[in-house]
């Protein structure tokens, strides 16, 4: 059986008699665009959906055309999820894709769609819905990692050294340790969920940036695609292109910046130096060459996926140096946010379940515990008991070998009662803040 659902090459939209093209220059001007295309093709079908709803709301398509060109908007999503409609080189870009199909299953209604339109307004809006999917993803994990943190802060508490300058410094612990991640976290996801509301407007019915002479209805599109609110400007729609992936990557490398870090820890807890932590098996691979070894491949990669982010933020940036309008360099913006969201996420989709079965390795990490991690404990209290601080600081520091004499671990947390500290770590606090997001 032919398949009927892919068309031949279309004519360019914008084809005229006497337009002149070049396969190199062609190539260049679309690169991976199209294929690109493939991952906002949803969401440019679905921004169409809600345009052609509002086409005949102003009487430009009667009630049978709107529903002819609704239904084959609804086929070809099916199609392309199916695989049966394949966005390739073929096209343009996915916006003149959508538009090939109407015309070719509809003739003339299905040419209407792009009245009041521009490929600028369409692209706009599907990576504005992309960008709010993506940010919804992200306060998800942040949140999931986040409340496994919690629950394991709240479950154990094993006296672990707590490090500054990567050397022993004071006594710490497991609970301390999983706080702290959990808050980092709590903040992420917030930062995400205040981005998403922050980007929140609807920029469809924009046109080329400069508005039609048309009374779109502008209102029906924002409230059909689920917007907060209309950006009402045109010339600002375009500014915001960019300033907007900005922003999204911004709240993505906030929880990036926190899972290098810990990955950084965990990579240094795996040592056979340390030995503080056991992953789990499916999170370490073999070595090709060294029978004896599990390396933690999958920290180091979560590790390394904050430089995609980094790169994706400084790749936008640098593109940003524009005039107001619509620039043709906004269109590598879309390579960047898939590069960018596509590595972050995926390296944070792993972390909740890597975080809830990590094991601690008690008997390591109590013997790491060394006497001179006390002194700070020795200062603190001779100052709690009159003793100018710098004095016990320095009664301390000549004691310092022998300041775990009658001294445990155990007890050293028990005593660590200032706020968010081992003996009042307020996780209740901490689980609130969770619950608001
Ligand atoms: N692919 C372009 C982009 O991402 C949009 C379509 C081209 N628009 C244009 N006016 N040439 O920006």
Known sequence: MTDTSQPAKPPLLWQKPDTRTDARVMRFLAGDDVMLDREFFVHDIRASKAHVEGLAHIGILDGAERDRILHELDTLAEDFRAGRFILDERFEDGHSAIEARLAERLGDPGRKVHTGRSRNDQVLVATRLWLKEKLANLVALCRDTAAVCLDRAGRESLPMPGHTHLQRAVVSSTAMWFAGFAEAFIDDARRAQDTLAWIDANPLGTAAGYGVNLPLDREHTTRALGFARMQVSPIYAQLSRGKFELAALDALASALLDLRRLAWDL??????????????????????????????????????????????????????????????????????????FGRGLAALELLPDLLRRLQWNAPALAAAIEPSMYATDVAIEQAAAGVPFRDAYRAAADMAASAGIDRTPEASLAARISPGAAADLRLDTLFERLERI
């Open 267 to 340: 990579s240094l807890f795996t040592t056979a130096e340390y030995g503080f932590v056991a992953l789990p098996a499916e999170y370490t691979t073999g070595s090709s060459i060294m029978p004896n070894k599990r390396n933690p491949d999958v920290v180091e990669l979560m590790r390394a996926s904050y430089a995609s982010v980094a790169a994706a933020r400084s790749e936008i940036e640098q593109l940003l140096s524009l005039p107001s309008g619509y620039q043709r360099d906004l269109q590598f913006t879309k390579g960047a946010i898939f590069h960018g």
